[in-house]
């Protein structure tokens, strides 16, 4: 594949640096390349990634394992890469907003017995918030960074109009026409409540029923999400105002404020030792979850996602509440520590949330210190996993996780970028 020789060359810069490290190379090199050279079909205009060792492709994932790559946006493989995936994105989407995953082509096979029956494009039909910001967010930094207009047509604007349009009726869940229920499951794969999910009232914010992590949500205003929502919604108007899409791009701000007034009136609690930080999900009934998941919109990917700066108030409180034993999902081994999720096994660290606390991390020490962990836990296979036991890290789930490999290589090249690889040597 063209993208791949030509993504080599561009990291190439970096092998002689990295090798003063023993492994550091080796294992970026593996990491950096791995969706493009393992997961990503093209052909004729039409980009599809699928997530590794499952063949169907996640609208949030196929983001996020080529995130790495938009630095290469003066390479035309590589526009011609993300494109095509913007565009099957976008195709996805309208077909079916409240899915999360999708098929290459149409199939009847169903790997999971739901009602409603999901379409034959469909993998799998958890409507997550997540799934929605994700392509907004990628369709703006495509366009900011090649100037190619012409991407903005029908189908990117259809996309836009298709989102929207899903956010405002999530405002009020009671009158959406969403249902999910999964049989013979474990109680995280499906919605109670008939499948409507537990009961919430008005706040501002939009409902989702699942975390990025594909769990079911414990109340239906999922924070980070929604935060994540306000920043896609930004995306929304950029494009819609550069299409001259007026009208659109109007309700995307409003829409966005809307939601954004509901974050600062609900999601934001008084915590008796952190102070003012974010809740993990809230139900506009006076509950909320305080927690954080490896997955990202997380609340510690925050800035990350371009949603606040680095030291704003509320973000540095609830960063020091997740990475501390507060956070139930925050676990330490002999080996390493860090925030896993209930998506697998108790105890279990995830490579990708050791990545974000690097990339949000100020303090050299603290980089350098999730760097050693990183390279120490692989179990000798040179790539990142979905999640590891922090006492013997052979024990992991998932050997073919492209996000995560993706997420490792974009922390290293950042690294390089800031000129900080020396607190790594």
């Known amino acids: 594949m063209r993208a791949a ?23 970026f090199e593996k990491c950096f390349m791995n969706t493009v050279e393992t997961t990503v079909e093209t052909g ?26 938009m630095r290469f946006l003066n390479v035309q493989s590589v526009v011609e890469m993300i494109e095509g995936l913007i565009l099957r994105q976008m195709s996805c989407l309208m077909h079916d907003p409240y ?59 259809g996309g836009i109009i298709t989102i929207l349009n899903v956010f405002e009726t999530e405002l009020r869940h009671e009158n959406s026409p969403y249902r999910f229920s999964r049989k013979n499951c474990p109680e995280s794969d499906t919605l109670s409540n008939d499948g409507m999910g537990a009961p919430v009232g008005y706040t501002g914010m939009t409902w989702s029923g699942f975390r990025p992590s594909d769990d079911a949500c414990k109340y239906g205003y999922l924070v980070p999400s929604n935060i994540f929502a306000v920043r896609a919604l930004e995306s929304a108007a950029f494009l819609a105002n550069t299409m001259g ?43 909320y979850n305080l927690m954080d998941d490896a997955n990202v919109p997380s609340l510690l990917s925050l800035p990350y996602l371009g949603t606040c700066p680095m030291d704003d108030e509320i973000y540095l409180n609830t960063r020091k509440f997740v990475l501390s034993k507060n956070n139930p999902y925050y676990f330490e081994g002999e080996k390493a520590k860090g925030i896993g999720s209930p998506h697998t096994p108790d105890g279990y660290v995830w490579p990708i949330a050791l990545c974000m606390q690097a990339m949000t991390a100020t303090d050299d020490n603290e980089i350098r210190s999730i760097v050693d962990m990183l390279l120490s836990t692989h179990a000798d296979t040179g790539f990142m996993h979905e999640s590891f036991d922090p006492n013997n890290p052979e024990k992991y789930t998932r050997s073919w996780f492209a996000w995560a490999n993706s997420m490792f290589g974009e922390l290293i090249m950042r690294l390089y970028e800031a000129d900080k690889l020396d607190c790594l040597l």
């Open 245 to 287: 899409e007026t009208a659109l791009m109007e309700k995307a701000v409003a829409l966005r404020d809307t939601i954004k007034k509901g974050i600062e009136d609900y999601a934001v609690i008084d915590h008796p030792e952190f102070g003012k930080m974010y809740a993990y999900e809230v139900d506009g009934l006076g509950n």
């Open 5 to 27: 020789r030509d993504i080599r060359s561009r990291i190439a810069p970096l092998e002689e640096k990295l090798k003063q490290r023993p492994g550091l190379w080796e294992m």
């Open 44 to 69: 004729f205009g039409d980009t599809f990634i699928i997530t590794g060792d499952i063949p169907a492709m996640w609208l949030r994932d196929s983001t996020a394992q080529v995130m790495h790559y």
């Open 99 to 157: 899915a999360n995953a999708f098929n290459k082509e149409a199939s009847e096979y169903k790997p999971f017995d739901d009602e409603p029956k999901a379409s034959e494009w469909v993998w799998e039909r958890k409507y997550e918030i997540d799934s929605l910001c994700y392509p907004l967010w990628l369709a703006e930094k495509f366009v900011r960074g090649t100037n190619r207009t012409h991407i903005i047509g029908n189908m990117v604007v």
